[in-house]
């Protein structure tokens, strides 16, 4: 699975804030039972009392699960990035500090044991990973027990329960719950701070080897350059424009419930593998130097269905999921929004959203770039065949996030182009060569080979 540090411990964030809220809201129950405890004389609880327990359990409560629960939902996280962060970590301080509230005021009764109960909450801020929220919370929580020792002091004076002073009664409280206090926050920091740094190398180690399979992949262009050069470029532009396309569309609000930045790496690591099936068309066809014949073009149309048959061999990575996204993307990334392409002419969004987008990058790279049978385009007229194709050819949507991020494609093509075109000339140079002398019915011996190499 990917792991991203500073997402996962987002997500965490969420997920504790969850059960903290589900906590508050069990102490909504806490009026009602006072009210019925101090109704049949089981406790001497005021209403005064009462009504105070009251106003901090359900609206706080109510407040609280309004923010994790709506506004952290995938919903909302999807259409408010930003604000979903900013939300759910005032939302964790606030669910900890309502809690160290309602402990505090409990507290407060003299008929009413709260003691070591203030841990809960350095306890709760534990499972967040953070040393700061834990520190905060422990300094928070202990001002909040004093000043609610100081009024059960109070009210066990002036309620006739002790025969000692305020402050003699609020010492003897106050010193042993301390002491209480520094071995919990002792134990809770050190517990933070280790959990945190397991969780870290954890992650580190997962992103480690997610980061091999990955490079482990890119491997896979290197391979189709010894056999066909262009192919291999070819894949490894697809891999960039793959990632900048799905940026921009989760930028835009599009798709952002599958276009996560986890899948967008699966989705750029897969481009490594869309065309793997050319591996299975001829040398002569796959190296011509002109455009295919009919019959060339048939046989190309088959490497979708020979490159999902050699991933449907590879071994399970991330879940099983990258398996499905990269079967689909090599499968797929030649039908046509319009139901008129190969192999199973599927239609509009029946075709896999990774495969749509491969499609646009697959021919946006084709027409920036060299070609034995033809010159390199500009973006203008590259930009212009997209557009023509918007809701034929293509995703519309899809289209006008490439047409939106014309600046980055040309940047890209550009350096790509002056990095490669040695290399690209060369192999077009030899190609030619080598046709020549096969149309002369001359045999290319291996020292032939070697000196055309050579000189080219």
């Not at 259409?79 to 900890?96: E, I, R, S, V």
Request: glycine share 4%.
């Amino acid at each position: 699975m990917v792991i991203d540090d500073k997402e996962f411990f987002i997500d965490n964030i969420s997920y504790v804030n969850r059960l903290v809220a589900n906590i508050l809201s069990l102490t909504t129950l806490l009026t009602p039972a006072f009210a019925i405890l101090s109704h049949y004389k089981i406790f001497d609880i005021n209403r005064t009392f009462i009504l105070l327990t009251f106003i901090l359990t359900v609206p706080f409560s109510a407040i609280q699960l309004i923010l994790v629960f709506y506004f952290g939902s995938n919903k909302f996280k999807q259409k408010h990035n930003q604000l979903y962060y900013y939300l759910q970590n005032f939302a964790m301080y606030f669910g900890l500090t309502i809690s160290a509230l309602i402990l505090g005021i409990l507290g407060t009764n003299a008929h009413i044991g709260i003691y070591i109960s203030y841990a809960i909450i350095i306890f709760l801020s534990c499972l967040y990973y953070n040393t700061r929220v834990t520190k905060t919370m422990a300094i928070l929580s202990y001002i909040i027990m004093l000043a609610s020792m100081y009024f059960k002091s109070l009210n066990r004076v002036n309620e006739g329960m002790t025969q000692a002073t305020l402050m003699e009664d609020f010492i003897s409280y106050s010193a042993g719950f301390t002491i209480e206090f520094l071995f919990v926050f002792l134990i809770t920091w050190k517990m933070t701070k280790r959990n945190h740094q397991s969780m870290e190398a954890i992650l580190n180690k997962n992103i480690k080897i997610e980061n091999t399979n990955i490079e482990i992949i890119k491997f896979i262009p290197a391979i189709l350059k010894q056999h066909e050069i262009i192919t291999g470029f070819h894949t490894e532009h697809t891999v960039s424009y793959v990632d900048m396309i799905c940026r921009e569309l989760k930028s835009n609000g599009y798709f952002t419930d599958v276009l996560t930045d986890e899948n967008i790496k699966l989705f750029s690591a897969a481009a490594n593998l869309h065309d793997i099936g050319k591996i299975f068309i001829p040398d002569h066809i796959l190296n011509t130097p002109r455009r295919y014949t009919p019959q060339e073009y048939e046989m190309m149309k088959m490497h979708p269905q020979k490159g999902k048959e050699i991933l449907e061999s590879m071994p399970i990575l991330w879940d099983g999921r990258f398996n499905k996204i990269a079967i689909d993307m090599a499968y797929c990334h030649h039908e046509r929004f319009d139901g008129k392409g190969y192999p199973n002419g599927l239609k509009g969004e029946d075709i896999p959203l990774c495969a749509r987008i491969m499609a646009v990058a697959d021919v946006l790279d084709a027409l920036l770039s060299r070609r034995p049978y033809k010159k390199e385009m500009s973006l203008t007229e590259a930009m212009d065949i997209l557009e023509e194709g918007r809701g034929a050819q293509f995703d519309p949507v899809i289209v006008d996030s490439a047409l939106s991020i014309q600046p980055l494609i040309y940047m890209y093509s550009q350096e790509v182009a002056t990095k490669e075109y040695d290399k690209i000339t060369s192999e077009l140079e030899w190609r030619q060569q080598n046709m020549d002398s096969i149309q002369n019915g001359r045999v290319i011996t291996e020292e032939m080979q070697k000196e055309l190499m050579k000189n080219s």
